[in-house]
């Protein structure tokens, strides 16, 4: 099965006070497989929403999203579920770790009701020591510096080897030498596990070390080109 994702004319649209407001608007885009895409804009260009669309959190007011060759959001709620577990890592800008879970346990958390066929611990130890972390498997949240966190939150996106991963301003809560270090952890795991990462950001320098820039306004695209360089 093809990996790629093709968005045919997706718009979501959403109501109130009687003012119709495009988040995203008429966007043709295809993904190809193991691609290393950025997607930048200012606030409110639309570019978290086409996130939420191309990870399956929500559907498309009208268009298509396609994934290999069927459309995602045809199928029911369980198969969206299983769909996001199968093939979507998402690492969010706010971390979102369960507070009284241990940091082995918050990367485990996505297996918990699920039937793998590999050892969810090992599994788990062996995404926190390649993010540095082997020291902290019985850690809360609470007990980690922002970066620590973070890196938990990408081993847990990890966890079962998704084809694609999902990041929204996964560097927004950092400092400047802690990003760096999530960026380059990322862009790794592009490289060694070719999964493909489309990530979120309102930095242009961080933007522009991705294999493909995306720019949005207004829920259009205005943009989109390859790296001469990809770093």
């Not at 029911?76 to 690492?91: A, C, P, T, Y």
């Not at 933007?207 to 989109?224: L, N, P, S």
Request: with cysteine.
């Amino acid at each position: 099965m093809t990996h790629q994702i093709k968005c045919k004319s997706i718009s979501k649209v959403f109501y109130g006070d009687g003012v119709r407001t495009f988040a995203v608007d008429g966007v043709d885009l295809t993904f190809e497989e193991g691609e290393f895409v950025s997607i930048v804009g200012t606030s409110g260009s639309g570019k978290s929403t086409f996130l939420s669309l191309l990870g399956a959190l929500d559907s498309p007011t009208s268009g298509e999203i396609i994934y290999g060759n069927e459309s995602i959001h045809k199928r029911n709620r369980k198969q969206l579920s299983d769909f996001r577990f199968e093939n979507i890592g998402f690492i969010f800008q706010q971390f979102h770790l369960l507070p009284t879970l241990t940091a082995l346990e918050n990367v485990m958390a996505p297996l918990f009701a699920r039937k793998v066929s590999y050892d969810k611990r090992k599994r788990a130890e062996e995404l926190l020591t390649q993010m540095g972390l082997e020291d902290k498997f019985h850690s809360l949240p609470s007990q980690l510096s922002g970066g620590q966190q973070q890196r938990v939150a990408i081993a847990r996106a990890m966890v079962h080897e998704p084809s694609w991963l999902l990041a929204d301003e996964p560097t927004g809560n950092l400092d400047t030498e802690t990003g760096e270090i999530i960026f380059d952890l990322i862009s790794t795991l592009n490289k060694e596990k070719s999964c493909g990462v489309i990530f979120v950001t309102h930095d242009p320098a961080l933007a522009k070390r991705a294999e493909r820039q995306i720019e949005m306004k207004d829920g259009k695209v205005t943009h989109d080109q390859r790296s001469i360089i990809y770093v």
